[in-house]
């Protein structure tokens, strides 16, 4: 079984990647929030590596940046009717931390944002995880600065998303806001983020 991988990057694409190891290129398959950390082209990288096999694909490959992710990304495949496609999805709109969070707390609306993912496989999903997503360690998965209150934040995550922003990109654009400006309120923090999401969509 394959653990991880570790060579340089001969290709980069949002849903795979060809790592180069030793001369042999190994085609990845990855969600959006590892493809968000990848170092440029003909860097080395790391990657851990869920390895599958059927009779229909063949032989495929799952990377991750972190082990928390690959290891989320387990339990995802292992609830009845939760292929890898799902699984990757789950991952590149909510980090492991937001995915655990949402399980213990029973937040079906935020899990239900998931594409590929409605409010009847989100509750599926919260009664097959609740007793196996404690046992992930998420020291890896860097935590948002400042000493803003947890509640506020999902609150302006809940209204950011609501007007139709994507989960995994508000989450980013949050942590990126609260490590340089001093935000206190749920709309202090909405405003921001709708202000730098504009203008970077209009770079």
């Known amino acids: 079984m394959i653990s991880y991988l570790k060579g340089f990057l001969a290709k980069i694409e949002p849903v795979n990647v060809v790592i180069d190891c030793g001369g042999v290129g190994y085609e990845v398959n990855i969600p959006l929030s590892t493809f968000d950390k990848l170092p440029s082209i003909k860097k080395e990288i790391k990657l851990h590596i869920h390895y ?8 495929r490959l799952f990377g991750f ?3 928390d992710e690959k290891e989320l990304f387990r339990q995802l495949i ?4 939760v292929g890898p496609k799902i699984a990757l999805s ?32 989100a509750e599926r999903l919260i009664i097959e995880l609740k ?16 000493t803003v209150e947890p509640d506020i934040i ?4 809940s209204a950011l998303i609501t007007l139709g922003y994507k989960p995994y990109e508000i989450r980013k654009k949050i942590s990126e806001l609260l ?9 202090e923090i909405i405003k921001a983020t709708i202000k730098s999401l504009y203008k970077k969509r209009n770079i």
């Open 131 to 146: 007793d196996k997503v404690g046992s992930i360690q998420t020291e890896s998965i860097p935590k948002v600065a400042g």
């Open 52 to 59: 599958s096999f059927n009779e229909m694909d063949g032989v």
């Open 154 to 157: 999902r609150e302006a995550e």
């Open 179 to 187: 490590k340089d400006q001093k935000l206190k309120s749920t709309e």
């Open 65 to 67: 940046f972190t082990s």
């Open 78 to 81: 292992s609830i009845s009717k």
């Open 90 to 121: 789950v991952l590149s709109a909510l980090s492991v931390q937001d995915m655990i969070r949402a399980v213990q707390s029973g937040d079906i609306g935020l899990i239900s944002t998931v594409p590929g993912i409605g409010k009847k496989s």
